[in-house]
């Protein structure tokens, strides 16, 4: 079946960066676009990421414009998040998610989380 | 991007129906089709339910269904079941391969 694992969180300081993995199986991977999805302790997703099926297509919620990049390799079935100058304020669980060709975002993986705090 | 605003929570008895509602604008919910629904258990990640408005994913319940009107997207939960109480999110595409969720709606079976 369709699966995606996130992997790469942990804790890091303030200013420090993180690199996070989603490997997926089960689904022709270069495809579909890929959403990242984080939610912070208590507070509803909030949409962070996008990464079309080439790569070509890349979009970021403001709150992390210029700090995180996203990256794909196709050759490997896995999505990236780079995370740089991370704040407190990024502290969440974060998701990958397969955007299905209603819009919607299915399935997701059991999330990543990740703690910025000195 | 905009924000999407449902009630923080709705309640009702087993059996009843609920309706719960997420409210943009002209710019996401008002302009595009791609409106989703998932369902959150503690601790779980999000499920999704619907997406396209009203198009329930396969194998998600059939008591679960959604519509939208002008700027205004609503999910029904006929037929409360206990395992039915959970967090629910709304989100809609804003363009420019963006997206936005709501705050969340709880609801609890009573």
């Known amino acids: 079946q369709e699966q995606l694992v996130e992997s790469g969180g942990g804790v890091v300081q303030p200013g420090g960066s993180l690199r996070l993995s989603c490997k997926t199986s089960?689904?022709?991977?270069?495809?579909?676009?890929i959403h990242w999805v984080r939610q912070a302790p208590g507070k509803g997703p909030e949409w962070a990421a996008f990464i079309g099926h080439a790569g070509g297509e890349k979009t970021y919620a403001e709150s992390v414009k210029g700090r995180f990049t996203v990256s794909r390799d196709n050759s490997d079935d896995t999505a990236y998040l780079q995370m740089n100058s991370l704040r407190v304020e990024d502290t969440a669980v974060y998701y990958c998610a397969k955007l299905t060709s209603w819009g919607g975002s299915w399935p997701w993986g059991q999330g990543t989380r990740v703690i910025v705090s000195a | 991007q905009s924000a999407l605003t449902q009630p923080a929570s709705v309640s009702g008895s087993p059996g009843q129906s609920v309706t719960i509602s997420c409210t943009g604008s002209?710019?996401?919910?008002?302009?595009?089709?791609?409106v989703s629904w998932y369902q959150q258990h503690p601790g779980k990640a999000p499920t999704l339910l619907i997406s396209?408005?009203?198009r329930r994913r396969t194998g998600a319940s059939y008591r679960f269904s959604g519509f939208k009107t002008g700027n205004t997207a609503s999910l029904t939960i006929a037929g409360l079941q206990a395992d039915d109480e959970a967090d629910y999110y709304c989100s809609s595409y804003t363009g420019s391969n963006t997206w936005a969720f709501g705050g969340g709606t709880k609801v609890t079976v009573l």
């Open positions: 396209d408005v009203s």
């Open positions: 002209s710019s996401d919910i008002g302009a595009y089709t791609y």
């Open positions: 089960g689904f022709t991977f270069s495809l579909y676009g």
